[in-house]
């Protein structure tokens, strides 16, 4: 079953081990088991769903009929005046199914590294200005609590209530 699996991903090179994972979406609804309270896949169920590049697609068999080989030919004898179209198909696509797919080059690679680090330099400064207006927030009501005390302007329910904070 793990060589139909190997076969159907269509990656040069790899190999499933114990620990390879693939992604739901690969799979179509109805074949899922859902019946319990886990969800697993049926029995001999073979991810399906790609989006592979044009030169790693499977070319679909289909019925022909006259008017769609007139179709084929008309189109066969119109020219080719675009040299882009033609060289674009040669060079293999990378196949960028989920965000989650590391880039081929190294400098893509550390160009994505980069972005994360920068990510996570502004959370943790996002973080930390919460933090200090929350700390404000709470020295405010403090203050605040502390006047509407020496002011006896409190009654014992509200004190209790606000003894909270």
Request: charged share 35%; with cysteine.
């Amino acid at each position: 079953m793990r060589k139909k699996w190997e076969v159907a991903l269509r990656r040069e090179g790899f190999t499933a081990s114990e620990s390879s994972v693939i992604c739901s979406e690969h799979f179509k609804q109805d074949e899922f088991d859902r019946t319990g309270q886990i969800v697993r896949l049926r029995d001999g169920v073979i991810p399906s769903i790609f989006s592979f590049p044009v030169h790693l697609q499977r070319p679909e068999k289909g019925r022909t009929t006259s008017t769609s080989r007139k179709a084929e030919e008309s189109l066969s004898v119109a020219p080719q005046d675009d040299p882009e179209a033609s060289t674009s198909h040669s060079q293999p696509q990378p196949n960028d199914d989920h965000s989650y797919v590391l880039p081929a080059s190294p400098t893509a690679l550390k160009a994505r590294l980069n972005e994360a680090l920068a990510r996570v330099e502004s959370l943790e400064r996002e973080r930390k200005n919460a933090m200090a207006r929350e700390k404000r927030a709470k020295t405010t009501v403090r203050s605040l609590l502390g006047d509407l005390r020496e002011k006896n302007l409190i009654n014992e329910e509200l004190k209790e209530r606000l003894d909270f904070y």
